[in-house]
């Protein structure tokens, strides 16, 4: 299992911009597949963005397409989100999840086996 702690969520006017980092620990990062994905009050989970091991692959959800951006550091085990042009709607928590079956990115929860705490994301008008 990989360990895996969020930061860098919390209130930002709508149109500014976050990132958001995921720091991996235990078995090996580097060869897994990772990806974010957000939850709002009263709906599932959903789907945001996901990596292949390498880096040179992703895969993100039409809805954050072309404003978000993942990237991973497989040096520092780090994942990360960068958010811009955001809207309310993104307001979630956001969930960072590695794979232990994908080398390359998957949109399937089923797909990811270990998962983070969350990290607030709360965008204001």
């Known amino acids: 299992q990989v360990q895996l702690v969020e930061s860098g969520g919390g209130l930002v006017q709508a149109g500014g911009s976050l990132r958001l980092s995921c720091a991996a620990s235990g078995r090996s990062f580097s060869s897994s597949a990772m990806g974010w994905f957000r939850q709002a009050p009263g709906k599932e989970r959903e789907f945001i963005a996901s990596?292949?091991?390498?880096?040179?692959?992703?895969l993100y959800a039409d809805s954050v397409k072309g404003r978000f951006t993942i990237s991973r550091d497989n040096y520092k085990n780090t994942v990360y989100l960068q958010m811009s042009s955001l809207k309310s709607e993104d307001t979630a928590v956001y969930y960072c999840?590695?794979?232990?079956?994908?080398?390359?990115?998957?949109?399937?929860?089923?797909?990811?086996?270990?998962w983070g705490q969350g990290t607030q994301v709360t965008v204001s008008p």
């Open positions: 999840t590695a794979s232990s079956v994908k080398l390359m990115p998957s949109s399937r929860a089923s797909d990811f086996s270990s």
């Open positions: 990596i292949g091991w390498r880096g040179g692959s992703t």
